[in-house]
């Protein structure tokens, strides 16, 4: 059974977020990272690119496959997981601490985003 912390919103692409004022940090999930597997590279977006809700910002490669990463919401990354160069596995061990992926200056306010409570139905 994966954790769906209540705090957090989600995408259907198994992306979370949690939001600071206008600033979001975002990661995959911990059901996402489950389906991937041994996690060994992520390609994320550079600080300063703009992202747009929906569109893909990023990869994350396992032992298993390459999948994309999606933005949860539109904005500008301020700042990467600098520390997933290095040990891409934190994704695995702490996808919602030490495993996150950019920060994102959001530009609106995303509206379609899945409650923790709506997340968990989804993968269940």
């Not at 030490?98 to 985003?113: A, F, N, Q, R």
């Amino acid at each position: 059974m994966s954790l769906t912390p209540e705090n957090l919103q989600y995408t259907k692409e198994h992306e979370w977020v949690s939001a600071d004022a206008n600033t979001y940090t975002m990661g995959i999930t911990d059901y996402a990272q489950g389906a991937l597997g041994d996690i060994v590279y992520v390609q994320l977006p550079k600080v300063g690119e703009v992202i747009t809700s929906g569109k893909v910002c990023g990869e994350v490669e396992s032992t298993k496959s390459v999948s994309e990463i999606y933005a949860p919401v539109s904005g500008t990354v301020v700042a990467i997981n600098e520390s997933l160069a290095n040990t891409p596995e934190s994704i695995n061990s702490d996808p919602y601490g030490d495993g996150w992926l950019v920060k994102i200056e959001v530009s609106t306010t995303p509206s379609d985003l899945l409650s923790a409570k709506d997340y968990a139905e989804l993968t269940a």
